[in-house]
């Protein structure tokens, strides 16, 4: 099992462009997460899915857009770019019945 | 709104040191209690949680102590090695299971 994974590892954007970030997981999990890692304020939720075609605004949804068209995938989408969103994208996700969040290896975006 | 706050920010143990971070929450709600841990470009992995019905938890060196009456949680880790240098992270989950709120992050570095 590949467990979390995420695509791309690192990009850089310029103000005003857009991209997606691609979260795939393999336990069959039903919720995914997409978090943001800034220093010293340490991981903040933007979006999240309780199952397929499902979603919903965590913390710090402005900016970012999401889909979950199949179980397996959660996309977090940025329509144009701005500096603010320069940070590490985090992916998780977990079963319904338990608590433990598994998290991807991150994705580096820095938006010039 | 920082709904967890945790510190130090960042904390330095000499090998064989007791390293301990510490987490205040305001929600009353919130009934489960995590710690992430976090090596250098990787991913956050759970370490040890714990639920408000006790007030400390062991694993191995890895202990928490939680204080209801306080809203307090900490993170106590026993002989800390230089393998144990990573940011940590506390949580907490609220009542409705699917969402977990993160503390500001701590940085720990064991010096051989």
Avoid at chain 2, 42 to 47: I, R, S, T, V, Y
Wanted: aromatic residues 12%; glycine residues 10%.
């Amino acid at each position: 099992n590949a467990g979390v994974t995420q695509t791309p590892k690192f990009r850089v954007l310029k103000t005003g462009q857009s991209m997606t970030l691609l979260c795939a997981q393999d336990m069959n999990h039903e919720y995914m997460y997409w978090y943001r890692q800034d220093p010293g304020m340490g991981l903040r939720l933007i979006h999240y899915s309780v199952g397929e075609g499902t979603t919903a605004k965590g913390e710090v949804p402005d900016g970012y857009n999401v889909s979950r068209l199949k179980k397996q995938n959660f996309l977090l989408g940025l329509e144009s770019a701005a500096p603010s969103q320069t940070s590490v994208y985090f992916c998780a996700s977990k079963q319904d019945t338990q608590e433990t969040q598994y998290f991807g290896p991150g994705t580096r975006l820095l938006v010039l | 709104q920082q709904q967890v706050k945790q510190s130090p920010q960042s904390l330095i143990v000499q090998k064989g040191g007791i390293s301990i971070i510490n987490c205040a929450y305001e929600n009353t709600a919130f009934d489960y209690f995590p710690w992430y841990q976090q090596f250098p470009g990787k991913g956050p992995a759970l370490l040890i949680a714990i639920r408000p019905d006790v007030s400390e938890k062991k694993e191995g060196r890895f202990t928490i102590s939680f204080n209801k009456s306080a809203k307090q949680f900490s993170l106590h880790i026993m002989d800390s090695q230089p393998g144990d240098s990573a940011t940590y992270f506390c949580a907490a989950r609220g009542t409705s299971g699917s969402r977990l709120t993160f503390g500001e992050g701590t940085q720990l570095t064991v010096n051989p």
